[in-house]
């Protein structure tokens, strides 16, 4: 069959490299992809919001199946269009998708449907919201509604920062109109889990845990990024939180979009806080997570078409997932200067150190192929990743991986998957 993945970063890569490995696929493109997953896959230079111009590059190469990975098109509604014009697509509908597309929407949803997760109010204008604050707890948490580049949380600890915040949101409008509402929400403290889980509309399938680092610099310094560095499992995941989430936070989910006339199908991934008072959901998001996927997808042993047609066809209740019972940690190399100012068109050297080795995997996230060879494009420039038979030997692993790897105001953190020695 002839697949089409739709979008450019890591996340893609991870997921072209997974469908590669499917006997049943022949063919594979993707729109626009980068210079990894050209290496795979047929790309063409058309942007993941181009929804005409996919479905059209569909049709006309009669493919089979469109994998969506990014949440721009999934929450502006390009499943919608690929399933109207006959496309078989792998990704939540425009309606489904609002949980991650609308913060205001999934608290909603999680209060109406008792569904643990941080206390909260939610406010259309400034005034109202300016108001609140000064009864709210500090640190307290504001969050845009719409979708900002993973850039539309706050963490503010004091009346003044938080003042700030609602002005620069709701009347600023810095994340353009995605602070036409707000959320301000209780501070939770506790660790992080990513959880990746696969839909069909009813039934729901965990994927094998992950931790994501988002700030750049190490002991989670420095700014916000879009994550510098996933490990998976998290040693923090245990049965006992897992059993807790499937009854009270992921099948309750599921059921709710259900209810709603909203049957989500595809990836939910869940950002939970694992606090004192048990696990909490911070966020919905409608896709793989990136860079969680990159460590997620090589440890499955399904075939990832198996998969996503199950979630197409409401058959996932009849499929066994399965993992490795190993370890992946993947290290970010970015460009100096990230996620603020940084310089492109750096020459990647030492790429080809990743052929033909089993368990090594290099992912494009912002790399060009020009005719002085690869070279960088971007803040994240790719994810090394590598497998272990423990976290340990996972990381001691990744990071021997990252030192092949060589171009000018190259970074990364040194301490993915420090927690880990922690556990
Ligand atoms: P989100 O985009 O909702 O995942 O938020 C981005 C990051 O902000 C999360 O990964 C957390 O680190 C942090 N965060 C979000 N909501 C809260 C909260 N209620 N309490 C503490 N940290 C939060
Ligand atoms: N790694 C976090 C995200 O994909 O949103």
């Not at 038979?389 to 790897?405: C, D, S």
């Amino acid at each position: 069959m002839k697949v089409l993945i739709v979008g450019s970063g890591g996340r893609e890569h991870a997921i072209a490299l997974a469908v590669s490995k499917s006997p049943k696929v022949e063919k594979i493109y993707c729109c626009p992809g980068n210079a990894g997953i050209a290496r795979i896959a047929e790309c063409t230079d058309i942007k993941a919001m181009e929804f005409d111009k996919i479905v059209f590059h569909a049709k006309e190469k009669k493919v089979d199946l469109v994998i969506v990975g990014p949440d721009d098109p999934l929450v502006g509604g390009l499943v919608d269009a690929l399933e109207d014009a006959g496309i078989r697509a792998f990704g939540p509908r425009r309606n489904a998708a609002v949980i991650e597309g609308s913060k205001a929407f999934s608290k909603e949803l999680m209060k109406k449907y008792d569904i643990p997760t941080a206390q909260y109010a939610t406010f259309d204008n400034a005034a109202d919201a300016l108001k609140y604050l000064d009864s709210a707890k500090f640190p307290t948490v504001l969050k845009a509604d719409g979708l900002a580049l993973g850039k539309g949380v706050l963490i503010c600890n004091t009346l003044d920062e938080a003042r700030n915040g609602i002005k620069e949101i709701m009347l600023d409008k810095k994340f353009g109109t995605a602070g036409n509402k707000v959320v301000i929400e209780e501070f939770l403290e506790g660790r992080e889990v990513s959880v990746l889980t696969f839909c069909d509309g009813k039934t729901i399938k965990v994927m094998s845990s992950a931790q994501d680092h988002k700030r750049a610099l190490d002991n989670d310094e420095g700014l916000n990024t879009g994550g510098m560095g996933t490990f998976s499992p998290s040693p923090f995941y245990t049965k006992k939180v897992d059993d807790f989430c499937k009854k009270y936070i992921y099948k309750p989910t599921v059921d709710a979009m259900a209810a709603e006339g909203r049957p989500f199908k595809g990836v939910i991934f869940f950002g939970l806080m694992l606090t004192k008072d048990g696990p909490k959901v911070l966020e919905y998001n409608a896709r793989f997570g990136d860079p969680e996927a990159q460590v997620v997808l090589p440890r499955m042993k399904n075939d990832i078409i198996d998969v996503c047609e199950a979630c197409i066809d409401g058959t996932l209740s009849k499929l066994k997932l399965e993992f490795e019972d190993n370890a992946a940690v993947c290290v970010v190399l970015a460009s100096k200067g990230y996620p603020l100012k940084y310089e492109r068109g750096f020459v990647i050297k030492g790429l080809e150190s990743f052929d033909d080795r089993d368990g090594y995997y290099c992912f494009h996230a912002g790399t060009k192929k020009t005719t002085k060879g690869i070279v960088t494009n971007g803040g994240r420039v790719l994810g090394v990743t590598a497998k272990g038979e423990t976290l340990k030997k996972a990381r001691a692993n990744a990071y021997e991986a990252v030192k092949w790897i060589e171009f000018d105001n190259k970074y990364c953190r040194s301490d993915i998957g420090k927690a880990i020695d922690e556990a």
